[in-house]
């Protein structure tokens, strides 16, 4: 297994997003993933927000080894010919190690301060499949001509070609969202633990096949909160504040959350790697600041035993 830290760009700064990621990197972590909003989703909407792409650009350039990303990008938040662009010269920056999470966008309220158009959920479903065609083809081929439902391009170029660039979508509806990952993803994510993966790998598998494509050329990823204690009503309090704060993103927040003892959080975590997760994002949403002493207990006593 491998394992990521996902950082808010909520109510932080710049220089501790720094010293998180280069910490992460130095401590033993394969990927650091920011997020990708331009306001806290509060009744206020009232906070610091760093902006994600700006923000990679930056982590680029100070890290040497780690993989960097977003977690995850909303697609109605810039045309995908202009996120081509912009993840190509990160990847190109970063000598190749970028992921480029995406999805169909969520946060109604900042669509609507910002003057986005949100529309409906399918609409939205529609818009991130033609975007991700849209991605992929800027990404490898020299002119892209396309004609879909909501975006046209015309013999558009795309140069310099980034490296290595990987495409994870976020997600988890059953229906149309895993289809999507099924046609175009090289890493899927999603919030759950390993009941939601299990269920929710099976009928990626199914879609997969009707789309004639090797569900183990997808990497499988998930974000869980972590919580290092002995009392079971932390680890009840904990539970209820993903609920809270994840609701209409998780089937089941409560089975996102890692609480318990080294061996309990030991027993999920091989729980995930048996319904075929295959990367393991820690959110620093729930952690206490600085979040890096409880990250360091996780690589040192939690996550060799999956690792050769």
């Keep these: ?37 331009f306001m806290p989703n509060t009744p206020d909407r009232v906070g610091d927000t760093l902006e994600c792409w700006t923000t990679l650009s930056g982590l680029a350039m100070l890290t040497r080894r780690i993989r960097i990303g977003s977690m995850v990008s909303g697609n109605t938040y810039r045309h995908p ?22 999805g169909a966008g969520w946060q109604e309220n900042e669509h609507a301060a910002y003057g ?65 990952v099924a046609r175009h993803a090289d890493l899927w994510n999603v919030w759950g633990g390993p009941a939601v993966l299990a269920r929710k790998g099976k009928i990626l598998e199914e879609h997969c ?59 999920t975590v091989g729980r995930l790697r048996e319904a075929g997760v295959e990367l393991l994002f820690i959110s620093t949403i729930f952690l206490p600041k600085p979040p890096e002493p409880v990250l360091d207990r996780f690589i040192n006593e939690v996550a060799p035993a999956f690792r050769p």
Excluded at 22 to 35: C, I, L, P, Y
Excluded at 81 to 102: E, F, T
Excluded at 149 to 164: D, E, M, T
Aim: hydrophobic fraction near 45%; proline fraction near 4%; glycine fraction near 8%.
């Design 81 to 102: 010919a202009i996120l081509a662009k912009m993840a190509a010269n990160v990847d190109i920056m970063s000598g190749g190690r970028l992921i480029c999470g995406i």
């Design 116 to 180: 986005l158009p949100f529309s409906t959920r399918a609409e939205r479903l529609e818009r991130l499949d033609e975007a991700c065609q849209i991605l992929k083809l800027l990404w490898t081929q020299p002119k892209t001509s396309f004609e879909g439902r909501y975006y046209r391009l015309a013999a558009a170029p795309l140069s310099p070609k980034p490296l290595h660039p990987e495409l994870m979508i976020g997600g988890g509806g059953e229906k149309l969202t895993l289809r999507i």
């Design 209 to 267: 096949a009707t789309v004639g494509r090797d569900p183990k050329a997808i990497t499988r990823s998930t974000n869980m909160a972590l919580l290092f204690t002995d009392s079971k009503a932390e680890a009840a309090e904990l539970a209820q504040t993903v609920a809270r704060r994840l609701a209409g993103h998780a089937q089941d927040p409560r089975d996102t959350v890692l609480a318990g003892s080294v061996g309990e959080i030991t027993d």
């Design 1 to 37: 297994m491998r394992f990521g830290v996902f950082a808010t760009l909520n109510g932080t700064t710049w220089s501790a997003i720094a010293a998180l990621c280069q910490h992460a990197e130095a401590t033993g972590w394969d990927v650091a993933s920011v997020a990708d909003h």
